[in-house]
């Protein structure tokens, strides 16, 4: 019998060894014990998260995430798999186990929040329209009222142009186009199947400066989104790791220069200070 549960024992051990991250109670620690992490990020979005070829996406948000990561584990350099995580798969990447940690575009929400553990902000964004260059009928965001508008598959944007409060703000009426993602958006926008884009404007002034001269952003902000590190749910250890990593960023100048390298250029007003971090749990 002894020789049995001996024998039970080796058997759970060795499955923690080989299983990697199983023998971890949080993120935190699997990255600093493993020098690992599997983060999930927009592929799609340049400025934020672009892949274009078969290396590693580029980005504000990936290199937020290296900087979190390499936090994380102690400042030593951590060997991170990247995975594209659409806004529709966000939350169900996070809840399998499928990532470590979630940086794309991930703005903090009530409903969100009831799902996902949330670190940060890390930063503030604003929520803008962009239309074509050359459409003069849309100035402001007023003028969506009847416009054709994205509603991008898992994002929430939309609902602040269409929508009352609380869940919406402005309550114009407006005929939704769907799309798979905000690329979609901005494809079916410059092909005239839709007048109008509205998300953050980090997210949106990326693409106006990958196409120059063929899109306008209002400049007529509705909204603050606060772009936040999502964690599974209840993993507060490992939040308030990446709390004093992000504060460790603003405090040491990292995060103004990477605003300024990707999104310098844009015109757009950058924020200056930290964000107010919310409680973790």
Wanted: charged letters at 20%; aromatic letters at 6%; hydrophobic letters at 40%.
């Amino acid at each position: 019998m002894r020789g049995a549960a001996h024998a039970g024992l080796v058997m759970v051990l060795a499955l923690s060894a080989c299983g990697g991250g199983g023998s971890y109670t949080t993120v935190a620690d699997k990255i600093r014990n493993t020098g690992t992490a599997v983060v999930g990020t927009k592929i799609d979005q340049p400025g934020v998260g672009l892949r274009t070829g078969a290396g590693d996406p580029q980005g504000f948000d990936v290199d937020v995430a290296r900087y979190i990561v390499r936090q994380l584990a102690g400042g030593d350099d951590v060997r991170i798999t990247w995975r594209d995580s659409p806004s529709s798969a966000r939350e169900a990447l996070l809840q399998n186990g499928t990532v470590d940690l979630v940086v794309a575009s991930y703005s903090i929400t009530p409903a969100r929040s009831a799902r996902v553990t949330f670190a940060g902000p890390y930063v503030i964004a604003r929520q803008d329209t962009m239309v074509r260059a050359t459409d003069d009928s849309i100035r402001k965001t007023a003028d969506l009222r009847g416009k054709r508008i994205c509603l991008a598959e898992g994002s929430n944007s939309y609902r602040r142009i269409v929508d009352p409060p609380p869940d919406g703000q402005l309550n114009l009426p407006a005929v939704l186009v769907p799309a798979a993602n905000y690329s979609d958006c901005v494809r079916k926008l410059a092909a005239g199947q839709l007048d109008a884009v509205s998300t953050d404007n980090l997210i949106l002034a990326g693409f106006a400066e990958q196409q120059p001269g063929r899109f306008r952003l209002l400049n007529d902000p509705i909204s603050v989104e606060r772009f936040g590190v999502g964690i599974k749910e209840g993993d507060v250890a490992t939040c308030e790791a990446v709390n004093r990593a992000i504060t460790r960023m603003w405090q040491d100048g990292t995060a103004a220069r990477l605003l300024r390298k990707w999104f310098g250029g844009t015109g757009l007003e950058l924020p200056a200070s930290m964000p107010t971090l919310q409680r973790c749990g």
